[in-house]
């Protein structure tokens, strides 16, 4: 596996970022993170994941596949 990075583009200030696998299962959670990139765990088993950024005015999800 590779280095997967989440790139914001700016400094964000207490951010939480959940994954979940499709099962619905939380595979991962920071809370109250702060910088401009997130190094995603690479132990991950191949497969989709939604990837959830929560900061404190906005939240976004994303897909993300794990090969």
């Keep these: 596996h590779g280095t997967a990075q989440l790139s914001f583009g700016r400094t964000v200030e207490q951010a939480q970022l959940r994954i979940i696998d499709l099962q619905g299962r939380l595979v991962f959670e920071t809370a109250n993170w702060?910088?401009?990139?997130?190094?995603?765990?690479?132990?991950?088993?191949?497969?989709?994941?939604?990837?959830?950024v929560q900061v404190p005015s906005a939240r976004r999800a994303i897909r993300w596949i794990v090969e």
């Design 34 to 52: 702060s910088g401009e990139e997130l190094n995603l765990p690479q132990e991950l088993p191949a497969g989709v994941y939604v990837v959830d």
